[in-house]
């Protein structure tokens, strides 16, 4: 086994730090974090466009709007738009757009398994105050009476 010297240590510390720098945000940057409720059964808005055989098959399109609400307050709204890319297990390749009212769009996108209680999309880009190369993710959980959204977004 090689011993590592106090020069290889230091060389060590230094790469370490270096890396948590690369990975932290950038100096000045800013988090949102907020979560946002939207039921879905009253205020859905939903569509589904049939591109290949009749029922259900690859390259067919489902989409749709809710709003989203904080304490009752409208906040904004979040519109998706998945496309099937395969049949079993059923997977979507989704792209969303969530506005957020006085504060700017956030984009995400991601690969969506069917029947999950809760998914993660990773943030793509943004305008207003995420605008323009935002981080982060967007998780979605549903339950009986509508979903959650949780948005951790660096801009």
Not at 71 to 85: D, I, S
Not at 96 to 122: C, E, F, Q
Request: glycine share 12%.
């Amino acid at each position: 086994m090689r011993k590592i010297g106090i020069k290889g240590i230091i060389a060590l510390a230094i790469m370490s730090g270096l890396l948590s720098l690369a990975a932290a945000p950038a100096f000045g940057a800013q988090t949102f974090h907020k979560t946002y409720f939207s039921n879905y059964h009253k205020n859905a808005r939903p569509y589904h466009i049939d591109n290949g055989k009749p029922g259900p098959s690859r390259g067919d399109v489902m989409g749709g709007s809710f709003k989203l609400y904080k304490h009752h307050e409208l906040k904004g709204w979040f519109e998706y738009k998945c496309t099937t890319v395969r049949m079993h297990p059923k997977r979507f390749m989704c792209e969303t757009a969530t506005k957020i009212y006085g504060k700017g769009t956030i984009y995400a996108s991601g690969d969506v398994r069917a029947h999950k209680r809760t998914i993660r999309l990773a943030v793509t880009g943004g305008n207003g105050r995420f605008g323009p190369r935002p981080g982060g993710t967007i998780k979605i959980e549903f339950t009986r009476v509508g979903a959650r959204f949780t948005y951790n977004v660096i801009h």
